[in-house]
């Protein structure tokens, strides 16, 4: 009972420190002119898609976008290192999320045509918004308590719609496109 209620306070506080964090992270980024949403149950700050991407493309549409995602990196590199969230936070995972519409669209690479689809699309964008961050921030510098590169990245593709959003009309469509910062708890030490 003891090591149970020892670790369920332990959760508690690393639940606090991550509150305080995407917090702190939305506070700085609204005084940058970056609007971001803040879900506070999953533990998660979302980016919509549309100011970041063109419809079914997975660069940067713009200078705007790519500094965005430059001053969120500074954000997060920053208040990181003024706390010690490294206890609280295991790993951020860039998410990349698509909507329900079917692409099948072909790029030309060095080793030919490669067609993506929407599962495809979501992980190039995560994977790009890690390299934009990276190559400015050094992100992949960053680590948890235990030494774990901090950041990681993942595609879901149309598979994890908003709550309640049926992907049936566009603004729906439009909310599914997105890319999130999912801030993993870090497991519970006694």
């Given at each position: 009972?003891?090591?149970?209620?020892?670790?369920?306070?332990?959760?508690?506080?690393?639940?606090?420190?991550?509150?305080?964090?995407?917090?702190?992270?939305?506070?700085?980024?609204?005084?940058?002119?970056?609007?971001?949403?803040?879900?506070?149950?999953?533990?998660?700050?979302?980016?919509?898609?549309?100011?970041?991407?063109?419809?079914?493309?997975?660069?940067?549409?713009?200078?705007?976008?790519?500094?965005?995602?430059?001053?969120?990196?500074?954000?997060?590199?920053?208040?990181?290192?003024?706390?010690?969230?490294?206890?609280?936070?295991?790993?951020?995972?860039?998410?990349?999320?698509?909507?329900?519409?079917?692409?099948?669209?072909?790029?030309?690479?060095?080793?030919?045509?490669?067609?993506?689809?929407?599962?495809?699309?979501?992980?190039?964008?995560?994977?790009?918004?890690?390299?934009?961050?990276?190559?400015?921030?050094?992100?992949?510098?960053?680590?948890?308590?235990?030494?774990?590169?901090?950041?990681?990245?993942?595609?879901?593709?149309?598979?994890?719609p908003l709550i309640g959003?049926?992907?049936?009309?566009?603004?729906?469509?439009?909310?599914?496109?997105?890319?999130?910062?999912?801030?993993?708890?870090?497991?519970?030490?006694?």
């Open positions: 009972i003891l090591t149970f209620q020892q670790k369920s306070q332990a959760d508690e506080n690393n639940r606090a420190q991550r509150e305080h964090l995407l917090n702190k992270i939305e506070i700085e980024l609204k005084e940058k002119n970056i609007v971001v949403t803040i879900d506070h149950e999953k533990g998660s700050m979302r980016l919509s898609s549309e100011n970041l991407f063109e419809q079914s493309k997975f660069k940067l549409k713009n200078d705007q976008a790519k500094e965005n995602i430059i001053k969120t990196a500074q954000t997060i590199k920053k208040i990181w290192a003024e706390d010690s969230y490294d206890k609280s936070i295991n790993t951020i995972f860039i998410e990349g999320h698509a909507d329900s519409d079917y692409i099948n669209d072909a790029y030309s690479g060095s080793k030919g045509v490669i067609r993506i689809g929407n599962e495809e699309l979501s992980t190039l964008r995560a994977i790009e918004i890690f390299k934009v961050m990276n190559t400015s921030e050094k992100i992949d510098e960053m680590k948890n308590s235990d030494g774990g590169t901090l950041f990681s990245y993942s595609g879901y593709g149309s598979s994890r959003n049926t992907n049936k009309d566009s603004s729906e469509k439009q909310a599914n496109r997105r890319i999130e910062f999912f801030f993993a708890l870090m497991p519970p030490k006694v």
